[in-house]
């Protein structure tokens, strides 16, 4: 009998986990050795930015390996975001505490929401999500106890001062991305992950070899749900005032799939590459407004149709690059 | 009461003109047009550069929007053919993401262009009068001339959607490429000129319904994805297929979005939304279906 080996890393990515981790421990003392002045508005752009990476991961999740294109994300999004707040204003929980609640929320009401938006399919589904996002933009604008369609302010975090706040935000702001690039890399590694490629690539075919893919799917839309929560209570956080066009927009869901399509959908480096060119294209483009709004548009459009694999995909198909493998290689 | 279902009824056939291309690019060829609305709006704001155009002339009689509008519609039909020919209908497979990635971005191209050439103050369309133009009905009604043209017309609109769909070489040649392309191609069908001809179609019924509801109301260059998720809900609620199951559709639509902003201002839309959520529940094919997902 041959002697088989299963290869599931390579040097690179070795590298990159050691590389990654050192990253992670500078940007954590940021609070320490950023400059006298800077320092604030740098956390500020981390979280913000933060919060779209996160977001955009769980849609990467639930379009590119789940094969659930939604439009309606930001539902999930804004519920976590007034989850926390509510229970920050109204039930005397500390906010930092209320930032998983109000994600648990979004996964717990991702349920029956489930239910309604299964009933479609491919691009029927992508619309329809998005029309139940507006009934939640609209239930929201409707309650006069949290400031109605003009919003309101996170009161809960008044006391406490303002560098405290800064650096807090910034350290769960970390923790969050950490733990959702982490959490999702083990378990597209897992065998549940495994599962999920067989249905991305073929439902019919992964249900014949016995996979459970009702279920499975359920399960990726609950936990996208529950990591579009995460970023919602995050960004309300730093933000410290919400309101149901904020929110709800869709404008989450349209730079999400921006991010994802540039840096390449259906791969864990696809979001983060995505997320990195967004802040850069952010940082000096955004002052033009409209004609900005109007290139990112158009090379979404772009990307789509001339370069499918988006740009992480190209790399990795022109150098082999994978920095969180998730196939298994067998060398006889 | 009679006043609210005849109201919305009459907003009904407006949902209808913004519903019917839609229904047509599902039926023929699965395509979820994410820009409709925008694309609504693209043909509002056209008509009323094309009013200005003509009014910068000398030219302000009151027969302008009409013009306008018919000039616009050939463009409208060049527009739609081009766009599925050489753009779209790359886009089209098993897999759904390109095809609503690229009207994603279309959407965000024209409403930031939109904004970028007329603001996001609200316009309309001169009319000389005939928006406010009511006619008398028996029991102290009164309904206004403009949306009962527009009623006519989406019945007209529909109807003539339906005859061609059912009673013409072309739609024959829709229902083919729709019912299996691969063996409509073999009966030497050109899919991808019958996709383009569908979509030239429908785009002159979303110039129409651009034009109809700039005279009506106001519009500004945001309006658009809502206009979307109206169009939506009247497809989703006729049943995939059917023009007249559309105009139903588009019919409870208006009517029950009347029925709540009569309740309460800020409830109408939702309850629209709600009453297409609970038909997905009890009937996801639609009330009146005819080809299959």
Redesign the interface.
Known sequence: MAQVEVIRSTAVSRAALWVGLVLIVVAAGLPFWAPEGSGSSWMREFVEIACYLIFAMMWNLL?GYGGM?S?GQQAFFGFGGYVMLMLGNFAGVNPFVAVPLGALAAALIAVPVS??AF??????F???T???A??FR??F??MSVVGGGSGTSLTALRGIEKATRENLTFWIALACVVAAITLIYLFLRSKRGLALLAIRDNEVAAESQGIAVAGMKLAVYVVAAFGAGLAGALYFVGNLRISPDAAFS?NWT?FA?FMV?IGG?GRIEGPIVGALIFWALNKCFSSYG??Y??G???L??VV??FF?QGLWGWAQRRFGLSLFPTQRTLRL | MLETLLQGMLLGGLYCLFALGQSLMFGVMRLTNTAQGDFIMLGAFAAIAGMNALAALGWSHGSAPFVVMLALLPLAFGFGYALQRWVLNGTLGRDPLPSLVVTFGLSIVIQNLLLELFSADPRSIETSGLNTASVALPAGLAIGVLPLAIFALALLATGALQWLFNGTRLGRAFRAVSDDKEIAELMGLNSNTVYALATAIAFVLIALAGVLQGMRTTVSPADGPLLLLFAFEAVIIGGMGSFWGTLIGALLLGITQQIGFRLDPGWGIWVGHIVFLIVLVLRPQGLFPKTRG
Request: glycine share 10%.
């Open positions: 379009a294109v439009i239910f309604v009933r479609l399919q491919g691009g029927y992508a619309i329809g998005w029309v139940i507006d009934v609209l239930s604008a409707n869709v349209a799939i399509v959908i409209t004609w709004l109007m990112l548009g158009l979404a459009i789509t149709i499918k």
